[in-house]
């Protein structure tokens, strides 16, 4: 009971920072460059474009926004040209946008020649950036628990190796081995790799401190090549039935396959719609789930602009709103990642056909 105590207790707090840190990010971009501006001289809170830049990716790592002057981590800047050859350098020397460097500059988010001339873009960008702080922290945390293994052989799990254990099992014993059957054994590192990468990847995106609040998993450039992974196993791990099941199904009337192919039709393309929905809907759930938080804490300095007293009385509302968002986010984060596994290990085990007749 002193553990769930103690992990509510730290829950609690997590969200209302959450949320406290989305107001003072938002609060901080309302703020005219000059100091001593009017009240009418401030700009438009813009909830679009705000949005957008906290769910799209990006050349550095934002923090906020004080009085005009933006916080940030800069990123490497990787580019590679015929004429002008390796370029390396901090995506600083654009300041955001405002100053071109080397003859590249940046719009509207992306990178570009001033001569017009193609280039090859390397670049770490906030997402990339990201996703090598999760491995990091995916490492320590699987090997920490692996090592325990060796240290205590004959004693019961305790701290990280207590949490990852009752994961691990779980996904062996409730997906991989009803899914797969017998050769899951061989499946079970990607399962694994990618339950993983995708929980901790929703969960750091819930926290908008550095190094948290990147939308990894809400880039649909991450969820296609997780989708392509599960894709590529599926496909170089079937069988001479499987196969023969999408072009010439057994049982089936001639008349559905001859002269036109209706049924291997729509098998070919259940071949392909099937990662292309696993893509779409781990992109668009965690997407979602971040812009409706920005949403309702946008409200708060929406109404506020209007009425300094509307904004007060909006905020109890958002914040509510907002609280249980982040609770059912949560939630969100692991089961996408659960739901992501077991749609995999479910394509594996549809790979490998039996021969019935």
């Known amino acids: 009971m002193q553990i769930f105590e103690s992990i509510q207790s730290h829950l609690t707090r997590c969200i209302l920072l959450t949320i406290f840190t989305f107001g003072m990010t938002i609060s901080g971009s309302l703020s005219a460059a000059d100091p001593g501006s009017t009240h009418e001289e401030k700009e438009e809170l813009n909830v679009g474009e705000l949005i957008f830049e906290h769910v799209l990716d990006a050349y550095d790592w934002h923090i906020l926004t004080w009085k005009g002057h933006h916080v940030s981590v800069p990123l490497p800047i990787i580019l590679y040209s015929a004429e002008n050859g390796l370029e390396i350098f901090m995506s600083s020397k654009f300041e955001h946008g405002h100053v071109s460097y080397h003859g590249y500059k940046l719009e509207h988010g992306h990178i570009l020649a001033e001569d017009g001339s193609s280039f090859y873009d390397l670049s770490i960008t906030k997402t990339v950036a990201a996703i090598i702080i999760s491995i990091l922290i995916l490492c320590w945390i699987l090997i920490a628990a692996g090592n325990a293994y060796t240290r205590n052989k004959d004693q019961a799990p305790k701290g990280v190796q207590a949490i990852i ?76 039935n499987y196969w023969t099941h999408i072009f010439n199904a ?61 904004g007060y009385g909006t905020s109890v509302v958002s914040v509510l709103f907002s609280t249980a968002m982040l609770m059912l986010e949560l939630l969100v984060a692991f089961l996408q990642a659960y739901v992501f596994t077991l749609l995999s290990a479910i394509y594996f085990g549809m790979a490998k056909v039996e021969d019935h007749h």
Not at 259 to 265: A, D, G, R
């Open 165 to 240: 254990e009752p994961l691990v099992i779980f996904i062996r014993d409730d997906i991989a081995k009803p899914s797969i059957g017998k050769d899951y054994y061989k499946y079970l590192p990607f399962l694994l790799t990618a339950f993983f990468f995708i929980w901790i990847n929703n969960m750091m995106g819930l926290i908008p401190i550095f190094p948290g609040g990147a939308n990894v998993t809400g880039n649909i450039a991450v969820t296609m090549v997780l989708a392509l992974f599960t894709f590529v196993i599926t496909t170089i791990n079937t069988n001479k």
């Open 250 to 310: 057994p049982g089936v009337p001639w008349w559905l396959k001859f002269p036109i192919p209706l049924l291997p039709v729509i098998e070919i393309f259940g071949v392909f719609s099937k990662p292309f929905v696993l893509m779409l809907r781990l992109f668009a759930n965690i997407t979602a789930g971040h812009m409706i938080i920005l949403v309702f804490v946008s409200m708060i300095f929406i109404f506020g602009n209007m009425n300094i007293w509307a």
